[in-house]
Each structure stands twice: as structure tokens, then as C-alpha cells.
């Protein structure tokens, strides 16, 4: 038997995970509670497998979601109008001093270039001013170098194939002959450290599943793990690896991990 994939972790969350966000060595994991309204953001570490926060949450709860993870700021939006979008308060959240360092509301969002922040006053009149998102102070014409140097810590994310490519055609030959997988639809590929990562839908009964499928360079199976019973569609970027691990969200209710490396 083959040597198989290392587990590093593995954490169950009492709610659906909503999305994932990397800075460096750090985890950010954003939980919502449709019954309840609420959403929650963790925080965990990749280098000691410890969480530096759990469950924290805010006053306008659900209507809080991440938009950006850089550095040691997490950028949080909330949606002040349900039926316009664009009416939406910012502030910056300190990983480290665990508060929040600045707030702008009723702003409109104009996008992230490493530090800076561009933002549009909610008249028809304002012009777009850019602050820092480190301090919340506006930039003005400056020589500073707001760019980020790594905001993943490595990240690698697989390619995504869909039915009209011709890789998808290679996957779905590949899957069948070593391990017996009818590919439908889409998949996630990649191809890293002499391992093969496949992300694989497969048509069972009425259901759709997604499995994800490690290989070794002689085409054996390290790791099989379903990602997804019943999914409701076609998934993307349903993993990545950063700092040689494998990491990826099960059944929409837990994180794990697996160490690529030494096998």
C-alpha cells in the first residue's frame, strides 16, 4: 500500500462555512447561521495548528462579510442597505491587537491595490480618496510603497477544467483507468511535488459528488476525500496549498489539512 497523505488538522464547525481567506501563515474562515442571522470569523494558525480567534463576531452581525485579508488587517464590509449593495460601511480589524483600528461609513468600495484602499463617498459630487489600510489614514501623493510583497504565503490554486477542454478530456481517461471515476462536468486539476490533485464530480445515483483524489507518481491513490455528498452544482478552487499543505473545506462544515511533503 502506498504511502498516504499526513493529517495535520481537522476542525468541524457548528455552522456552514461561508468562505476562506489567507494572509501569510494565517487561516481566516468565515462562518453564517441562516436560521440565526449570525455570522462568525476564526482565525487559525498554520505553523503551530492553533486558533487566535474563534467565533468572533460583531453588532451588525449578519450583514458582515470579509472583502479583503492582507498583512495583519482584515478589511470587513457591512451592507448598510440590503437593496443597494453599494451602500456599505468599511473598517480594518488588527489580527494582532485583535481590535478594530479604523472604520469609514457610508462609502462606496472601489478596490484593493496591496495597502491602499480606494473609496467613493455616497454623493454624486465626491471624488475617490484611497487611505491605508493599516492605519485608515488617506494616502496623499506619497513615494511609499503600498504594494504588498506576499499577501498567501504561497498560495497555489489548481486549474479548472470544464467539458470543452481538452485537458478535462485527458482528466476524465485518467480517472477512469486508475481509479475506476466517471468525471462528469468540471474539475479541479493540479499537478505539484510529483503528486496528481484532482477535485472530480461524479454522477451517483441522482446525486452529484464531489471527491477530491490524490496520486502518487505511479498513479496510486494517498488520499480520497469527498468534498461534497449532494452538491447543488459545479464547484470551483475547491482546494489550494500553501506552505506544503493541502488544504480544503468538507461537507461545507469542516476544514482539514494535509502535509504534502516527506511522503
Known sequence: MPKQLHLQFSEVFPTDIWETALSSDRLLISCRNGDAMEATFSLFNLNNHQ?????????????????????????????????????????GFDVNAQEAVWSVDNINVRGLNGYALSLKVNEEE???????IRSGNEILETEED??????????????????????FTTVVRFLKEFAEVDLVGACDYLEYEGLIFISAHEKLEQNLTNRLYVFNANGELVLTEVLAQHSKGLASDTFYIVNEQLIFVKEKREVKCYLIKDL
Do not use: C
Not at 60 to 87: L, M, R
Not at 126 to 132: K, L, N, P, S
Not at 149 to 157: E, F
Open 51 to 91: 486558533f487566535e480567534l474563534k467565533a468572533l463576531g460583531f453588532d451588525e452581525n449578519w450583514w458582515v462579510t470579509v472583502y479583503a485579508f492582507v498583512g495583519e488587517i482584515i478589511v470587513f464590509q457591512i451592507f448598510n442597505d440590503s437593496q443597494n449593495i453599494d451602500e456599505r460601511s468599511v473598517f
Open 126 to 132: 465626491a471624488e475617490v480618496f484611497t487611505i491605508d
Open 146 to 167: 503600498f504594494s504588498v510583497k506576499s499577501m498567501s504565503g504561497n498560495l497555489i490554486l489548481p486549474f479548472h477544467y470544464t467539458g470543452d477542454s481538452n485537458y
